[in-house]
C-alpha cells in the first residue's frame, strides 16, 4: 500500500509485475547513512570528501547493507540494544530496490580478501551468516553507492523503531 501522496510504481515508471527486494541497514547515532522522511523519501548522502589537515581527502565509507533478510536485520537490531543499552537511537532503515539491482551486487561481489584487486567491487559481508538462500550481506564501496542511490525506489522508506516482542 502506497503512502499517501507516494507514487506509484506505475506513476515512477516501475513495470507492476517488476520484482523488488527490500533492503535493511541498522542504524543508530553513531553510524548513520540512511535518512527517511515521513513520506517515504530516500536520502543516502555523500560523505564529505573535503580535504582532511594531511591534504589527504578523505573517500566514502564502504555502506554494509543487508537485502531481503528482515529476520537478519530483526537480530542485528535487537544485538545492538544489547551492546550500546544507553543509546535509544538505533532503529531498521529499509527501502526497495529492484530485484536485479541485488543480482547485480550479488553477482560481482568478492570476499573481503580479493577486495585489494578491485577497490570497486562490492564486498561480500559476514559470508558466514548469510541466508540459506544465498548471499544477502553487502559492503559496497563509493562507486557501488552511487549506483544503489539511482536505484532506490522512491518512497519505499521506512523506519522501525521497536520490534514486537
Request: proline share 7%.
Amino acid at each position: 500500500m502506497a503512502l499517501p501522496g507516494a507514487a506509484s510504481k506505475y506513476e515512477q515508471g516501475i513495470s507492476s509485475d517488476a520484482k523488488v527486494v527490500r533492503v535493511y541497514r541498522v542504524e543508530g547515532r553513531i553510524n548513520e547513512r540512511i535518512f527517511i522522511d515521513e513520506s517515504g523519501n530516500i536520502d543516502v548522502p555523500k560523505v564529505d570528501t573535503s580535504p582532511c589537515s594531511n591534504n589527504k581527502f578523505v573517500q566514502e565509507r564502504m555502506l554494509y547493507l543487508n537485502f531481503g533478510n528482515e529476520g537478519r536485520a530483526h537480530r542485528f537490531y535487537k544485538q545492538r540494544l544489547k551492546q550500546y543499552p544507553e543509546d535509544s537511537s538505533f532503529s531498521i532503515k529499509s527501502f526497495d530496490v529492484l530485484e536485479s539491482v541485488m543480482n547485480q551486487i550479488q553477482a560481482s561481489a568478492v570476499p573481503m580478501h580479493k577486495r585489494r584487486f578491485d577497490k570497486d567491487q562490492p564486498v561480500i559481508a559476514d559470508p558466514t551468516k548469510n541466508s540459506k538462500e544465498g548471499l544477502d550481506q553487502f559492503g559496497l564501496p563509493p562507486k557501488q553507492i552511487e549506483k544503489l542511490r539511482e536505484a532506490i525506489i522512491p518512497y519505499s522508506g521506512k523506519k522501525i523503531t521497536k520490534l514486537s516482542p
